[in-house]
């Protein structure tokens, strides 16, 4: 009889481990997940066998606080608590050094993006992790546009157009479903496979595998066949390629716990000043996700 405690835990573990598992969102109102992010990306030009190499990279500290839940649906709050942002230029130099938290007298762009900092905006988010709609972005983008301190109506909608293309309503979804938007709709065994895909200025085709279920996390690694489609008034990209993703997540929760993300994508792009002039373009990226509370 003493080992009837142990063996019923041996065998209950092995059916978790072994049989399926439940990947998805299980969240609770007044949860909050504190993500720490990292990103940078390198993107090269060539031209006559001459390159230039423009490193863009960005970090940032992004609050999730769950207010709401409606049948397969959370209600999130989406807010950033700190980003910095660094532009280089192997020709140019340093572009962009902003950190928000702190304005610069007469910078502007410290400015615009510290409105950015601690006013929420909301998410609707599938329990597979689809982000179905977001509402206050726009909002956000007239906010931040109004602190560069311009007041003529061209100029900020200038801004407007700009700002919208990262932090619009839109812009928004589509940049988190990255984070969010990996799990299927059915339980999975450890081995199985499952896809999804999502649009935007980067789209993926992904294919997520479950690599290891433990009593507290699980394991999941993916492949993306990826698109990017960027059009400026003064640029236009246009390369494919792949993307690895590494992730663990927290079965509680369905939160992740980490998540490295590494691209390669080629194509080309277009300066207006060069007209139709196709000039090969390689980017190459790297994001990882952690989180911090």
């Not at 709050?77 to 007469?106: P, Y």
């Not at 109004?146 to 700002?163: I, P, T, V, Y």
């Not at 999502?198 to 690599?211: E, I, P, R």
């Not at 236009?236 to 490295?260: D, R």
Request: charged fraction near 20%; include cysteine; hydrophobic fraction near 40%.
């Amino acid at each position: 009889m003493k080992f009837l405690i142990p063996t019923l835990f041996f065998v209950l573990c092995s059916t978790v481990l072994l049989g399926q598992t439940s990947l998805r969102y299980q969240l609770n109102t007044g949860d909050v997940f504190t993500i720490k992010q990292d990103a940078e990306q390198i993107i090269t030009q060539e031209l006559d066998g001459a390159a230039h190499e423009i490193t863009n990279q960005i970090s940032g500290i992004l609050e999730f606080k769950v207010i709401g839940e409606k049948e397969e649906t959370y209600l999130i709050e989406l807010t950033f608590r700190d980003l910095n942002l660094r532009m280089s230029s192997s020709i140019q130099g340093l572009l962009m050094n902003v950190n928000a938290k702190e304005i610069v007298e007469g910078d502007m762009q410290s400015k615009v993006f510290n409105s950015l900092l601690n006013t929420p905006v909301q998410l609707s988010l599938a329990k597979t992790g689809d982000i179905l709609a977001v509402q206050g972005g726009d909002s956000l983008v007239t906010k931040m546009a109004q602190a560069s301190g311009l007041e003529d109506e061209f100029s900020l909608n200038l801004w407007k157009r700009s700002l919208s293309k990262d932090f619009g309503s839109e812009a928004l979804s589509n940049s988190y479903k990255q984070m969010t938007f990996i799990y299927p709709v059915a339980e999975q065994k450890i081995g199985n496979s499952w896809e999804n895909e999502y649009a935007g200025k980067l789209s993926a085709k992904n294919t997520w595998t479950l690599d290891e279920v433990t009593t507290e996390n699980a394991s999941i690694s993916g492949i993306s066949q990826i698109i990017m489609d960027v059009k400026e008034p003064a640029t236009t990209m246009k390369l494919s390629g792949t993307q690895q993703t590494k992730i663990i997540t927290v079965l509680a929760s369905g939160f992740i716990k980490s998540m490295q993300v590494e691209g390669l994508a080629k194509g080309v792009s277009t300066v207006a000043q060069m007209g139709d002039q196709e000039i090969p373009t390689t980017i190459k990226s790297k994001i990882t996700y952690e989180l911090i509370q």
